[in-house]
């Protein structure tokens, strides 16, 4: 599955899963695009990955900016040469019933999630369409798949996310760029911690939402990042259009009930 000098943009990649795959796939050998706002968590996985002997070069990016996200791809261009991959993982999250959310922050949660996706993609492929060959992986969640309340916003973004991937797919396939979604469960990040900590009793619900995975534990970046590395890859050549469940086995119990 080797990925060795493909150049890879990876939104979101100061931290959690954008991080544990950027790390990943620089030790694969890909060329690596950190595409990140936050400048210090930007920095520190590139620090990361050139310790590591990888290759990496952090563009502080707005995802949501039609501008920003125009010259983070120039830029990759100007410095690789080429795109091969695009792992569109930034995202945010806001718990609030829809009767009292703004508007403000529907729009917020819907252009970091869902309007990145669009810009990003349609950024990165006249690239790859040159190239004759790409891979686009949009990082969604099992909330595409199933409600909870107070995530209206949440769960419309990552919805939307699953259906966009299927028309990029469509639309992309003559020109031999993949493109496929991943939903993940529960992730030990710093999102799902500070979600926690909020919680009136997080010992329980730290105990609660463990059980709701069969494999009785959350995920970890790593497991995600290793399911963006085989849909990247030739030994996913004919994969494309589909929504990846990598949940430890949560949605079949939600599924199931």
Request: charged letters at 20%; hydrophobic letters at 45%; aromatic letters at 8%.
């Amino acid at each position: 599955m080797s990925l060795k000098e493909r150049v890879v943009i990876v939104t979101g990649a100061g931290s959690g899963i954008g991080r544990g795959t950027a790390e990943l796939l620089a030790s694969e050998g890909a060329k690596i695009v950190i595409a990140e706002i936050n400048q210090t968590g930007g920095m520190d996985t590139l620090e990361a990955i050139v310790s590591a002997g990888g290759t990496a070069k952090f563009i502080q990016t707005n995802v949501a900016d039609e501008q920003s996200v125009r010259l983070m791809v120039e830029a990759a261009v100007a410095c690789y040469g080429s795109i091969y991959g695009l792992v569109n993982n930034a995202g945010i999250e806001l718990e609030a019933e829809l009767s009292s959310m703004t508007v403000a922050d529907w729009d917020r949660i819907l252009s970091v999630n869902l309007r990145s996706v669009f810009l990003c993609s349609r950024a990165a492929i006249p690239h790859m369409r040159r190239e004759g060959r790409g891979s686009i992986i949009n990082i969604a969640s099992v909330h595409a798949n199933f409600g909870f309340e107070r995530y209206s916003a949440y769960d419309a973004s990552k919805g939307g996310i699953v259906a966009v991937t299927r028309t990029i797919a469509l639309e992309n396939g003559p020109y031999q760029i993949r493109a496929n979604a991943i939903c993940p469960g529960y992730i030990d990040t710093a999102m799902w911690a500070s979600w926690l900590g909020a919680q009136p009793d997080p010992e329980k619900t730290e105990r609660e939402t463990r059980q709701w995975h069969p494999l009785r534990r959350r995920g970890t970046p790593l497991d995600i990042a290793r399911a963006v590395r085989f849909l990247l890859s030739d030994e996913a050549e004919w994969i494309t259009g589909i929504s990846l469940v990598v949940d430890g086995g949560m949605s079949a119990r939600f599924f199931g009930s």
